[in-house]
C-alpha cells in the first residue's frame, strides 16, 4: 500500500521568505502521480502543483516548486517570496498512474507572518 | 465555470441519528469522489464514482455508510447510525476523466458533528 509522509506538522515563514515543505512517500510503483494541493482556512482544497514520476524535470509554478528525488522518494514543496495569503494546510498526496485512488499525508499547517 | 457544491456546510446530529450529504460536480465530471478528512489528518477516500457506478468502494463502511449518483450527475452520501467517530469534514471532489493525474476538484465540505 502506499504510504505519505509529512514530518512537519507545523512551520511558518516571514513574509518575502522562502519556505520547504517535506514530503516522502512509499511505493512500488514505478510510474505514478505527486501533488501538492492547499487548504486555506475555512476553504476549499485546491491544487498547487502536480509532478510525473516519468518526468525528471522539477515541475514549477509560479512562486511554487518542487524537488523531486525519485529514488529516495522525496517530494518537497518550495515557496518563494511566501505571501500571506500562502497561509493555509499543505497536503502531499501520491496517486497511481492508472487509477484515481489519491492517497493524502496529514499535511503542514504552514503560517506566513507579516 | 462554477465549482464542486456541497450541501449542508454544517450538521450536528446525536450519536444512532442518520444524515444525509449532497454534493453536485463540476459539470461534464465524469467521476466523483467522496472523502473523509478526521480532524489533524489528510483526506481519506471513501467512495468513487465514474458516471453513475462504483470504481472503489473499498474503504466506505458498508455497515453504515451509503453513496449513490442517479443519472452520473449528484451524488449523496448517508450515514445511518452515525457514530462519535463519524465526527469529520466530508469532502466531495470530481475530475473530467478517470485516468491517473487529472486533477480534482474540491468542493468546500460537510462538517458533521456527532454528539
Known amino acids: 500500500a502506499q504510504t505519505v509522509t509529512q514530518s512537519q506538522p507545523e512551520m511558518s515563514v516571514q513574509e518575502a521568505e522562502t519556505v520547504t515543505l517535506s514530503c516522502t512517500y512509499d511505493?512500488?510503483?514505478?510510474?505514478?502521480?505527486l501533488f501538492w494541493y492547499k487548504q486555506p482556512p475555512s476553504r476549499q482544497m485546491i491544487l498547487v502543483i502536480r509532478?510525473?514520476?516519468?518526468?525528471?524535470q522539477n515541475a514549477t509554478e509560479n512562486r511554487f516548486s518542487v524537488n523531486f528525488q525519485k529514488a529516495a522518494k522525496s517530494f518537497s514543496l518550495k515557496i518563494s517570496d511566501s505571501q500571506l495569503g500562502d497561509t493555509a494546510m499543505y497536503f502531499c498526496?501520491?496517486?497511481?498512474?492508472?487509477?484515481?485512488?489519491?492517497?493524502f499525508g496529514a499535511g503542514t499547517r504552514l503560517t506566513v507572518k507579516p | 465555470e462554477a465549482g464542486v457544491a456541497q450541501s449542508p456546510r454544517y450538521k450536528i446530529i446525536e450519536k444512532r441519528q442518520s444524515v444525509a450529504f449532497w454534493c453536485n460536480p463540476i459539470?461534464?465530471?465524469?467521476?466523483l469522489y467522496w472523502y473523509q478528512q478526521i480532524l489533524g489528518q489528510g483526506p481519506k477516500l471513501l467512495i468513487q464514482?465514474?458516471?453513475?457506478?462504483?470504481?472503489?468502494d473499498s474503504q466506505l463502511p458498508k455497515d453504515r455508510f451509503s453513496a449513490e449518483r442517479l443519472k452520473g450527475v449528484d451524488s449523496t452520501l448517508k450515514i445511518q447510525p452515525a457514530k462519535l467517530e463519524d465526527s469529520a469534514v466530508y469532502l466531495c471532489a470530481s475530475s473530467f476523466g478517470l485516468a491517473g493525474g487529472d486533477e480534482q476538484y474540491f468542493g468546500p465540505g460537510t462538517r458533521l458533528t456527532v454528539t
Open positions: 509532478q510525473e514520476a516519468y518526468k525528471q
Open positions: 464514482f465514474q458516471n453513475n457506478g462504483v470504481v472503489d
Open positions: 459539470s461534464g465530471h465524469a467521476t
Open positions: 498526496a501520491f496517486m497511481k498512474q492508472l487509477v484515481s485512488d489519491m492517497r
Open positions: 511505493t512500488s510503483e514505478s510510474n505514478y502521480y
